[in-house]
């Protein structure tokens, strides 16, 4: 695609669900990254692929948190058991492949409101 | 542990002025990386540079340039002639040398005003 597509662009769900959000990389993008943005923050790393394999998840906060990248392409982040605390935009960029001398393209993000 | 600080959480200025956006950093490793996004109202955080530790020269591009000084660990970024169109978040980021994920400074929201 043109650009990286992240869906949906908002989600609001109840205290306790279970969410995915979906990242589509640019085609042919070996790497991946998940960050959260609360607001008034910058964005902070979650995790990251390189093809299929997650290569640094250190980000992720805790056990509910959990993201598959089944095909080293799309790429879906799952939340259990939400919480008030998980609102914030989730981001997700993509680049040629993992390295200094890279330009990783951001998507738009997704907006998750837990209620 | 990596770090940015971007001490400046808001700037307003009018058209036409010059703008210094700073970015200070901390690290351990010799080799890194150095970036600068915008995010617009729209959300999506777009690169502007990225300039690796070795490479200490200015650069320029059109009215933004970028001053990169490794001896106070300072990476600020300059608007000049700003426009209306220069509102938003600037974020700037750092890379270490094996890690794939950049830490973003905090942001500093721009406001121009006509």
């Known amino acids: 695609g043109a650009g990286v597509s992240q869906t949906p662009s908002n989600k609001v769900t109840e205290k306790g669900k279970y969410v995915e959000l979906r990242c589509d990389p640019i085609s042919g993008h070996t790497a991946l990254y998940w960050y959260r943005q609360s607001l008034g923050q910058g964005p902070e790393f979650l995790i990251y692929?390189?093809?299929?394999?997650?290569?640094?998840d250190s980000g992720l906060p805790n056990d509910r948190f959990f993201a598959v990248r089944p095909e080293g392409s799309v790429s879906t982040l799952k939340i259990q058991r939400t919480e008030r605390g998980d609102s914030a935009v989730y981001l997700c960029?993509?680049?040629?492949?993992?390295?200094?001398?890279?330009?990783?393209?951001f998507g738009q993000g997704t907006r998750l409101t837990v209620v | 542990a990596q770090k940015v600080t971007q001490a400046q959480t808001e700037i307003s200025v009018v058209e036409k002025e010059d703008v210094t956006l700073d970015c200070v950093y901390e690290t351990r490793d010799t080799t890194y990386y150095l970036f600068w996004y915008k995010q617009p109202p729209s959300g999506e955080l777009v690169f502007l540079i990225r300039r690796n530790s070795f490479d200490e020269q200015n650069e320029i591009s059109g009215r933004y340039s970028w001053n990169f000084q490794k001896s106070t660990s300072s990476f600020n970024f300059t608007i000049t002639a700003s426009q209306v169109v220069d509102s938003a978040v600037y974020f700037c980021?750092?890379?270490?040398?094996?890690?794939?994920?950049?830490?973003f400074g905090d942001g500093t929201t721009l406001t121009v005003k006509p």
């Open positions: 692929f390189q093809g299929t394999g997650a290569a640094d």
């Open positions: 980021a750092l890379s270490e040398e094996r890690a794939g994920k950049s830490t």
């Open positions: 960029a993509s680049s040629l492949k993992t390295g200094l001398n890279t330009e990783a393209f």
